[in-house]
């Protein structure tokens, strides 16, 4: 069984936060499908998360290479022109960040692809709403 992962939840697997249990037991259950954008993200967000203290900076080495090796196995969907016509569509009719929308238009393209629904995991309330209007099954953890 398959589950879409925005950042917004894996960025829990390396931080103790509200809501890392709840990631841990959908990981346990589902394949991960995420964005190939998504990598960068969750760097860019631990590393941002270490400069303002909120994470340890003797952690980070750890967490940056557990989620080198975690990687390995999430499947990665290439942003294509066809899931940035439908983020077009998303920030034209929600108020949703760039890649909020983005993350919303590869889980559909992926859902179209399999023909079947695919929870859509999201810490991110907005985003959660954004992806439920377009049609998401919609799982909001930690909030």
């Known amino acids: ?20 249990p709840e990631v841990l037991r959908l990981l346990r259950h589902h394949e991960v499908v995420v964005s190939a954008m998504l990598p960068i993200e969750v760097r860019g967000a631990l590393r941002r998360r270490a400069s303002e203290n909120s994470i ?24 294509s022109k066809e899931v940035l016509d439908r983020a077009e569509q998303i920030v034209g009719s929600h108020a949703v960040r760039t ?5 919303i238009a590869s889980a559909q393209e992926f859902e179209a ?13 907005r985003q ?4 439920e209007a377009a049609g998401l099954l919609v799982r ?4």
Do not use: C
């Open 140 to 143: 909001l953890v930690g909030r």
């Open 99 to 103: 890649l909020d929308a983005i993350h």
């Open 56 to 79: 340890e900076n003797a952690r980070l080495p750890a967490a940056l290479q557990q989620m080198a090796a975690d990687r390995m196995q999430w499947n990665l969907l290439a942003v």
């Open 128 to 131: 959660t709403e954004a992806a």
């Open 1 to 20: 069984m398959w589950a879409y992962f925005d950042s917004s939840a894996l960025v829990k697997l390396y931080v103790q936060e509200s809501g890392r």
């Open 113 to 125: 692809r399999l023909r079947a629904e695919v929870p859509f995991v999201s810490a991110d309330r």
